[in-house]
């Protein structure tokens, strides 16, 4: 069975550019990367960070889309417009999670009634349970010496 040639797939071809075939080891390399930045999210995971903890797990989760996009995707060696719309897109994911964070880190500041964000590990624990494993600085008590 023969098939026909079809001229207008060859414009399609021309516009999209040539495919960009890269060594093993780029691959490998991009592998590990995503790898160890998956056990960087683990283990922030387990540190004590508070509120930054979000923030440093979706540093590490816009660089691991990123490699992905980039090596995986070849949006890295594609047309730059498409780089364009990626960046924009990443831009405007910040500034919607910036605005969800500083509304819950905010909300005791307005109305302490409203107060409501607990983190997850503290979620059933009392008052008391709470400033008590608060430092003594920020309990308003002297330190001991």
């Not at 060859?10 to 995503?34: K, Q, R, S, T």
């Not at 989760?61 to 890295?76: C, D, E």
């Not at 405007?92 to 509304?103: E, H, K």
Request: overall charge negative; hydrophobic content about 50%.
């Amino acid at each position: 069975m023969s098939h026909a040639h079809d001229p207008a797939l060859d414009v399609i071809h021309e516009e999209h550019g040539e495919h960009h075939v890269l060594p093993l080891w780029i691959y490998l390399a991009v592998y590990g990367a995503l790898l160890a930045l998956t056990f960087v999210t683990v283990g922030v995971s387990y540190l004590d960070l508070g509120t930054t903890a979000i923030v440093a797990a979706l540093t590490v989760a816009i660089v691991k889309a990123s490699l992905v996009a980039g090596y995986f995707m070849h949006l890295r060696y594609d047309d730059r417009f498409n780089s364009l719309i990626f960046v924009a897109s990443i831009l405007f994911m910040v500034l919607f999670f910036s605005f969800v964070f500083i509304d819950l880190t905010s909300r005791g500041l307005i109305n302490p009634v409203e107060d409501n964000f607990v983190l997850r590990k503290d979620q059933g624990k009392t008052e008391q349970q709470l400033k008590a494993t608060k430092p003594a600085a920020e309990r308003g008590e002297a330190a001991p010496p």
